[in-house]
């Protein structure tokens, strides 16, 4: 079954940028619908970049503006580019995909912090 890791989460300051990847353990276009969530304690699970089935890419609304998503060929890899980073940001950042079953698998989490 493939597998999803994550890396690049951190500490970083409000006004940061940071880029996080997400490696699938085959290759990452056997896998659709690829996307990126979060999960801040006390809330729900909140979307914050997908691919659709149709190419497009959806951004949550909290987001919208500071981040990009995009797939790194030659790396093999899902990279969230996260720009001007907010304490609100805070949270625990999960790689996802589907698989040619359509079963969705998830990644180990990532930890992002943003102090202010």
């Known amino acids: 079954q493939v597998q999803l890791v994550e890396s690049g989460g951190g500490l970083v300051q409000a006004g940061d940028s940071?880029?996080?990847?997400?490696?699938?353990?085959?290759?990452?276009?056997?896998?659709?619908?690829m996307g990126w969530w979060r999960l801040a304690p006390g809330k729900q699970r909140e979307l914050?970049?997908?691919?659709?089935?149709l190419a497009r890419t959806v951004y949550?609304?909290?987001?919208?503006?500071?981040?990009?998503?995009?797939i790194d060929n030659?790396?093999?890899?899902?990279?969230?580019q996260m720009n001007n980073l907010?304490?609100?940001?805070?949270?625990?950042?999960?790689?996802?995909?589907?698989?040619a079953g359509r079963i969705r698998i998830w990644g180990q989490g990532t930890q992002v912090n943003v102090s202010s």
């Not at 940071?18 to 619908?33: D, M, N, Q, T, Y």
């Not at 030659?74 to 969230?80: M, Q, S």
């Open 18 to 33: 940071l880029r996080l990847s997400c490696r699938p353990s085959g290759s990452i276009f056997s896998l659709s619908a």
């Open 48 to 53: 914050v970049a997908r691919f659709t089935n």
């Open 60 to 70: 949550g609304d909290s987001v919208k503006g500071r981040v990009s998503l995009a």
């Open 74 to 80: 030659a790396e093999n890899t899902l990279n969230l």
């Open 86 to 99: 907010k304490p609100e940001d805070t949270a625990v950042y999960y790689c996802s995909g589907e698989t």
